[in-house]
């Protein structure tokens, strides 16, 4: 416990100034697996969001470290009323936290408003460890700050869980989105459990049947569970989002200002193709089917 004590006594900045440091020499040391140009421009536009981020949290950090204390102390929550040790608590607390991100994180991607600040982070059309840092701030902060609260609430979880959680989280999802390549053995072995890069990439597929899929940020057992698993080869995936796809839209003014600007889902050709595709192995007569089936009709006329 003295060493988690220590680790979590450390600024959560520098840790994240110290992975961006990391995850760029690596992806400069081993192959990447997506080629892009402009690098250092991406990672400045990303940063420069990271930075917006920082401003705000540190308000937002107040206002969640707050709510578990009172919740901790008020008993509020499951564990409160199950006697286990406190190292099964701590594990079993940063399973519930990302239990609950994986419900917050499916559902930005089901309501429209949440969706607007979202998209931000599903924006990039070229992708490495600094796409981890591109995200709306009031998204970050406001929302999935919220989905910590209602965890701890939920469960009973407190500072010292949450702390470990942010330990764990941080470098992982750094490690999820950085642009270098693995084999396929860590999809079929520890992709059973965890979510690896190439599952977590899936994510990021400009086609709407994959960006709806693969939610977990730690334990893909929550997508494999709840039906939204989807699987495609990394040299297949086809990054960002059609609507973000001009290079003017990549800049970090733009991204913070367009949660505010009307832009509907822009669906290319191929992923109407491959929803219609699955509408018919499923054999489900849904509204979408009879769109999409129209809507091929059309382009086949
Ligand atoms: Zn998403």
Redesign the pocket.
């Known amino acids: 416990m003295d060493i988690l004590n220590k680790l979590l006594a450390i600024d959560i900045n520098y840790i994240v100034a110290a992975l961006i440091v990391i995850f760029y020499l690596l992806e400069n040391l081993f192959q990447t697996q997506f080629k892009f140009d402009k690098m250092r421009l991406h990672l400045f536009h990303n940063i420069m969001i990271q930075l917006s981020i920082i401003l705000g949290g540190l308000v937002t950090a107040a206002v969640i470290v707050t709510a578990v204390e009172w919740l901790h102390k008020n008993h509020v929550g499951l564990f409160h009323y199950i006697q286990m040790p406190v190292w099964l608590k701590l594990a079993l607390g940063v399973v519930a936290f990302d239990f609950i991100n994986y419900w917050f ?1 499916r559902t ?2 089901r309501i429209p408003v949440l969706w607007r600040f ?1 998209r931000v ?2 924006s990039d059309s070229r992708m490495d460890a600094s796409t981890n840092l591109r995200a709306h701030p009031v998204e970050l902060l406001v929302y999935f700050g919220l989905s910590n609260i209602v965890a701890a609430a939920l469960f009973g979880l407190d500072l010292t869980a949450l702390g470990l959680y942010f330990l764990i989280i941080i470098p992982y999802v750094f490690l999820e989105h950085s642009n270098i390549r693995f084999p396929d053995w860590i999809d079929k072995t520890i992709g059973l459990v965890f979510v690896t890069p190439n599952i977590h990439k899936v ?1 990021h597929e400009r086609d709407q049947y994959y960006t709806d899929s693969n ?1 977990s940020d730690i334990f893909i057992i929550w997508d494999r569970i709840f039906g939204t698993f989807k699987f495609k080869p990394p040299g297949e995936i086809n990054l960002g989002l059609n609507e973000f796809a001009d290079d003017r839209k990549q800049t970090f003014w733009y991204l913070l200002i367009s949660p505010f600007i009307n832009m509907g889902r822009v669906s290319s050709e191929k992923s109407q193709k491959t929803k219609w595709k699955q509408n018919q192995l499923k054999g489900e007569k849904t509204a979408e089917q009879v769109r999409a089936c129209s809507w091929e009709t059309i382009k086949e006329k």
């Open positions: 994180h930005a991607h979202h982070h599903h994510h939610y």
